[in-house]
């Protein structure tokens, strides 16, 4: 349905582009549009400008985001672009301008061929770091006593996905593919707790996108403290079973039990 109503435009307005979120279902339309319009099509997009030519220059990330590839499309064609959200910051036009907003009416379903189709929340114990909402990460000022144990527990109780810096990555604490930073993911989360991490450059890299960050380290110059909203200076071992008595509680913060 999307595909024979999105045609007929294409054939109406000749669009230089077309851009689409980038999510399980924008890079399956777009992979579907640009079969439909015999067009090319880039996805996964983190960045795109004009190049020398006029022509746009679009910018995808390989390797973990550590190398990044500019493509241009050789042709002067209609091109069909995902890109990924929450990487570019919303376009503000440097002139005033008022873009023309054109309402059209859907086009005939297309034979339905997906019945009942639900939703289910991912597990936050498997889910990719990079879609994970709220994030504990563990560092190496949890490997102190009981501080590890700990620090999984209060992510087991918040439904948080739990992570960690490199070292503990490099002791096979927990896998690779839950590391934070330079050499391992950049994540977007809604919150995330960082528990014993110092804040070194090759971590923080990995967090700038986070909406919000809580700090707990008993280190009250610790570099982390600078990106924190809240910082809790303390041990992890008396901070955290505060948490977690709240939580399996159930009470407020503060309240008293
Ligand atoms: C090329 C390169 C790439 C790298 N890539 C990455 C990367 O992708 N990700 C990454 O994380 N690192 C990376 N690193 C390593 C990085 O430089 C740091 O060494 C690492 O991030 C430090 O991890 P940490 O904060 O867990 O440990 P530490 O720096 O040792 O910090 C531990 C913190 O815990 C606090 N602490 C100690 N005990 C307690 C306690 N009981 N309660 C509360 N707090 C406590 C301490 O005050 C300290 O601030 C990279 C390094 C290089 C050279």
Redesign the pocket.
């Known amino acids: 349905m999307y595909v024979s109503s999105i045609r007929p435009l294409v054939d109406r307005y000749q669009p230089s582009c077309i851009l689409l979120l980038s999510s399980s279902f924008g890079d399956d339309l777009g992979a579907r549009l640009a079969a439909e319009l015999q067009a090319p099509f880039v996805c996964q997009c983190v960045d795109f400008k004009t190049g020398s030519s006029e022509r746009p220059v679009f910018v995808k990330s390989s390797h973990r985001r550590m190398l990044y590839a500019q493509w241009m499309i050789a042709i002067r064609t209609c091109t069909i672009v995902t890109v990924v959200p929450e990487i570019l910051d919303p376009f503000y036009p440097t002139t005033p301008c008022s873009p023309e907003l054109v309402r059209i009416p859907a086009g005939p379903p297309a034979r339905q061929r997906i019945f009942g189709r639900t939703h289910r929340k991912g597990d936050p114990k498997t889910i990719d770091l990079c879609e994970a909402e709220v994030i504990v990460v563990a560092?190496?000022?949890?490997l102190?006593?009981k501080?590890y144990d700990l620090t999984a527990r209060f992510a087991d109780l918040l439904g948080a996905t739990l992570a960690?810096?490199?070292?503990?990555a490099d002791q096979g604490i927990l896998p690779f593919d839950r590391?934070?930073?330079?050499?391992?993911k950049a994540v977007s989360p809604k919150l995330l707790i960082t528990?014993?991490?110092?804040?070194?450059?090759?971590?923080t890299v990995?967090i700038e996108r986070s909406a919000k960050i809580i700090a707990?380290?008993?280190?009250a110059n610790?570099r982390?403290l600078q990106y924190a909203d809240l910082g809790i200076v303390?041990?992890?071992?008396e901070v955290l079973p505060e948490m977690i008595d709240q939580l399996q509680h159930q009470r407020p913060f503060g309240e008293a039990p």
């Open positions: 560092g190496r000022g949890a102190h006593g501080g960690c810096t490199r070292p503990l590391q934070i930073g330079q050499t391992g528990c014993g991490v110092s804040g070194a450059f090759e971590f990995g707990i380290n008993t280190d610790a982390i303390g041990q992890l071992e």
